[in-house]
Every structure is written in structure tokens, then in C-alpha cells.
Nanobody, 123 residues
Framework: QVQLVESGGGLVQPGGSLRLSCAASGFTFGAYAIGWFRQAPGKEREGVSCISSSAGSTYYADSVKGRFTISRDNAKNTVYLQMNSLKPEDTAVYYC????????????????WGQGTQVTVSS
């Protein structure tokens, strides 16, 4: 019954913006840190951003810092990733994941994963 469902991906031009959503169910969402990861063709899945259960702590990969913002609404069991000033190198499948411990960009710390949503940045 555990579900994480990403949405909001699509095709955007360089410099454009997207907001990704991750809707969760089947676990105690408010007790979990949530991370966003991405995987481009032929590359390892990498951490993008994460947020603690209380939203008191956030972390960003250097490649997205200053352009992306993570947030959460525990009342809606949803985490968001606002992506601005998008670049072609941001093109990837984006995944959200839930971590019952602490906010981290280390992949193996996450127990639950969504199916991913495609983000393509191209002119």
C-alpha cells in the first residue's frame, strides 16, 4: 500500500520552470524525510534535494543550488520540487523517495521510491 507518485514533469525550454509534486500514501508521511533523485541516460542516480520530516532542514546538490527549492505540506502528504532556470543538463527522470531516519542525499538510506517523472529541458 505504500505509494509515492511523482507528477509535474514535462518538456520545457532552457531557462524555464517546472514544479514537481510527490504524493505519498501508506506510511506516516510526517515522520519521514523525503528526497528527490534524478537519473539521466547512462548515468548513476544522483541526489538532488532532500527535506527533513519537519521541514527544518533542507539539502541541495551543488548542481541545483540556487535554482531548485524543496518544500513539503504534511497536511497534504505531498513534497514539491520547484525547479527554476532549467538547463539541458537537468534532463532526467526524477524520483522521490522516503527515508524514516534523517534527511540525506545517500540513496541507500531510502526505503520507498516512486516510479519517476520525466523532465526534458530542450529548445
Amino acid at each position: 500500500q505504500v505509494q509515492l507518485v511523482e507528477s509535474g514533469g514535462g518538456l520545457v525550454q532552457p531557462g524555464g520552470s517546472l514544479r514537481l509534486s510527490c504524493a505519498a500514501s501508506g506510511f506516516t508521511f510526517g515522520a519521514y524525510a523525503i528526497g528527490w533523485f534524478r537519473q539521466a541516460p547512462g548515468k548513476e542516480r544522483e541526489g538532488v534535494s532532500c527535506i527533513s520530516s519537519s521541514a527544518g532542514s533542507t539539502y541541495y546538490a551543488d548542481s541545483v543550488k540556487g535554482r531548485f527549492t524543496i518544500s513539503r505540506d504534511n497536511a497534504k502528504n505531498t513534497v514539491y520540487l520547484q525547479m527554476n532556470s532549467l538547463k539541458p543538463e537537468d534532463t532526467a527522470v526524477y524520483y522521490c523517495a522516503a527515508n524514516p531516519r534523517v534527511a540525506t542525499l545517500i540513496r541507500y538510506q531510502y526505503d520507498y521510491w516512486g516510479q519517476g517523472t520525466q523532465v526534458t529541458v530542450s529548445s
